[in-house]
Structure formats: structure tokens, C-alpha cells
Antibody, heavy 119, light 107 residues
Framework: QVLLVESGGGLVKPGGSLRLSCAASGFTFSDYYMTWIRQAPGKGLEWVSYISSSTGYTNYADSVRGRFTISRDDAKNSLYLQMNSLRAEDTAVYYC????????????WGQGTLVTVSS | DIQMTQSPSSLSASIGDRVTITCRASRSINNNLNWYQQKPGKPPKLLIY???SLQSGVPSRFSGSESETDFTLTISSLQPEDFATYYCQETYRTPHTFGQGTKLEIK
């Protein structure tokens, strides 16, 4: 079955860095776009970034562009999010999700990993 | 960016009620509109994609419709497990904006 498992969350000070990972299994990872979506405590969902299949084209929300970098390793069936210059407003549960192409829906999501930015 | 205005923000209803939730897009998004259900502490679950297509395994009491830039999620007869928060999301242009959410509570 399709499984997405995020890891790497934790407590980090403002200005710090963190790298999230998403391990995928149960499907052909290289065939899918992969997306990061976050949810601040008690708030709604915010699309963060996606990376395409094959070409590795990336796109970012304005709120994270220049600070976050999405990447993938198809050989390891893994997705990553390098987060630098973290701010308090980046505190959220971060979910990875798959979609067949950029305009399509995310049909499977991971359980999420919590990132807390606080001094 | 495309704005998604979801309404209502909260809704109280009873078991067996018919419920509708609406999302309005700030511009045309074709039918690139998806609906998710989220329960506390869980990731969102896809219900409806491409405005009106029912995701596999989702009960048929859930349905979606569209009229130009207005999109509707309908639950035909509320069941206890349907009390949750619902989100729409456009996937026409990045950023793939979500609606603000609708919290569906038991009356």
C-alpha cells in the first residue's frame, strides 16, 4: 500500500535550519509530483512547495521562497525539504503528499512532522 | 494568486441532515478543485477531485459540483463520522491555495 512517512521535525531557534524527509513506498515514486503542505497549530492548510517528476521542476509559496529548498532522490524514494532562516511563523505540522501531475489532486498524504521555531 | 473563499467557516448540523459547503474562486480555475476532510490530529483525506469526481473508497453521500467559479461539496445524509473540518483547494495555478476551512459540528 502507499505509504508516506515524514521525519526530521523538531524544535529549532529562529534563524536556524532543519531538513525534513519523506520516505515513500508502495508506488513508483519517480512517476509522481511530490508536494509539501503545512498547517500551523489550530490553523488551515498552506501549500508550501512542489517538485515535478522526471525534470525536477520546483515551485514555492512566496512565504518560503529563497529560504526553503525542495529536492528528491528517486533512487532512495525520498523527498526532502531544506528549511533555512526559520521564523516563528514557520511553526507547523509539515505534510508530504503525492500527485500525478501539477494540476492534479494529492491523493495520499503522510502523517506529518511538527516543526517548532522558538527561542 | 487565486483566492479561494470558503463558506461557512463553521456549521452545526444533525445526523441525517443534508449539508452544503461552498468555495468561490477569484478567477476561473476550470475544474481544478479538490475537497478534503480532516479530523483532529490526522492528515487531510481526499474526498472529491476535479470538482465532481468521487475518490475511490469515499461514500457516495459525498458529492461535488461546479458552476463557473463556484464549487459545492454536498453531504446528502450526515453520518457521525462526517463531523470534521473540510477544505477546498485549487490546483489550477501555484500556489495551490486552500480555502479557510469549514468546521462541521454536531448540533
Amino acid at each position: 500500500q502507499v505509504l508516506l512517512v515524514e521525519s526530521g521535525g523538531g524544535l529549532v531557534k529562529p534563524g536556524g535550519s532543519l531538513r525534513l524527509s519523506c520516505a515513500a513506498s508502495g508506488f513508483t515514486f519517480s512517476d509522481y509530483y511530490m508536494t509539501w503542505i503545512r498547517q500551523a497549530p489550530g490553523k488551515g492548510l498552506e501549500w508550501v512547495s512542489y517538485i515535478s517528476s522526471s525534470t525536477g521542476y520546483t515551485n514555492y509559496a512566496d512565504s518560503v521562497r529563497g529560504r526553503f529548498t525542495i529536492s528528491r532522490d528517486d533512487a532512495k524514494n525520498s523527498l526532502y525539504l531544506q528549511m533555512n532562516s526559520l521564523r516563528a511563523e514557520d511553526t507547523a505540522v509539515y505534510y508530504c503528499a503525492r500527485s500525478r501531475y501539477s494540476e492534479s489532486h494529492s491523493d495520499y498524504w503522510g502523517q506529518g512532522t511538527l516543526v517548532t521555531v522558538s527561542s | 494568486d487565486i483566492q479561494m473563499t470558503q463558506s461557512p467557516s463553521s456549521l452545526s448540523a444533525s445526523i441525517g441532515d443534508r449539508v452544503t459547503i461552498t468555495c468561490r474562486a477569484s478567477r476561473s480555475i476550470n475544474n481544478n478543485l479538490n475537497w478534503y476532510q480532516q479530523k483532529p490530529g490526522k492528515p487531510p483525506k481526499l474526498l472529491i477531485y476535479a470538482a465532481s469526481s468521487l475518490q475511490s473508497g469515499v461514500p457516495s453521500r459525498f458529492s461535488g459540483s461546479e458552476s463557473e467559479t463556484d464549487f459545492t461539496l454536498t453531504i446528502s445524509s450526515l453520518q457521525p463520522e462526517d463531523f470534521a473540518t473540510y477544505y477546498c483547494q485549487e490546483t489550477y495555478r501555484t500556489p495551490h491555495t486552500f480555502g479557510q476551512g469549514t468546521k462541521l459540528e454536531i448540533k
